[in-house]
């Protein structure tokens, strides 16, 4: 049962057309900058074991993994079919609007990692993706929640636009909780800012991740 933690005005956001118009053109450029991204590769490196199963949700055409390491099987769902097949990494993918349909087509326990990366920010309907992340994730499995400072605006919900990244990290974190799974970790940190001006202490675009899994069955004495 998906349990409501958002009110309808925090799920508003002032561009209502279809996402899939917003994303049928390919951007195949890169929406956080190197500094995040190898803060981000470095820790799936730390978190993700070769023998795992992979869900790259919300994905584009890069999917952020180590070049070197490889998994079990890595999907990929996004909402730009191009960016899809461009993707690497991905050894099956689909596209699906989560802001329209939650359901995810994949079967009960058969996930190990779920990785979200600047996605959430767009979500409506957060509770329920989160319920049914729970429902694919095998136990002690994880979904690892990544982003910045950055978004389309008009295309986030109020919940994210009126909130900081502390408000962020909490909502994610919340919003996990609720459909069950473990108290998650929060990371915040910053990143060094790409070239010469992050040798004199630049900062680039800050990292933040909430990470959680999922709890191991009950079992009755």
Not at 67 to 93: M, S
Not at 166 to 191: F, K, N
Not at 198 to 209: R, Y
């Amino acid at each position: 049962m998906v349990v409501p933690v958002l009110s309808d005005n925090e799920r508003y956001k002032l561009d209502g057309s279809d996402d899939a118009l917003f994303y049928s053109e390919p951007r195949f450029v890169q929406h956080l900058d190197e500094g995040f991204r190898y803060r981000l590769t470095r820790l799936y490196r730390d978190r993700i074991p070769s023998c795992a199963v992979v869900l790259d949700l919300m994905s584009s055409w890069v999917s952020h993994l180590p070049d070197d390491q490889r998994y079990e099987l890595v999907i990929g769902h996004g909402l730009n079919a191009q960016e899809l097949q461009a993707n690497p990494r991905l050894d099956r993918h689909w596209v699906q609007n989560l802001n329209l349909d939650q359901r995810l087509p994949l079967e009960d326990d058969s996930v190990d990692y779920t990785l979200i990366v600047a996605g959430w920010q767009y979500l409506q309907q957060p509770e329920a993706v989160a319920a049914e992340l729970l429902r694919i994730t095998r136990p002690k499995g994880q979904v690892i929640c990544a982003f910045s400072n950055r978004m389309f605006f008009t295309k986030a919900p109020q919940i994210w636009t009126d909130g900081d990244d502390r408000d962020h990290l909490r909502y994610v974190a919340e919003v996990l909780m609720a459909q069950g799974w473990s108290q998650p970790e929060l990371i915040a940190e910053e990143t060094q800012r790409p070239g010469p001006l992050g040798w004199i202490g630049g900062k680039g675009d800050p990292f933040f991740a909430v990470i959680a899994g999922k709890p191991l069955p009950s079992v009755a004495l």
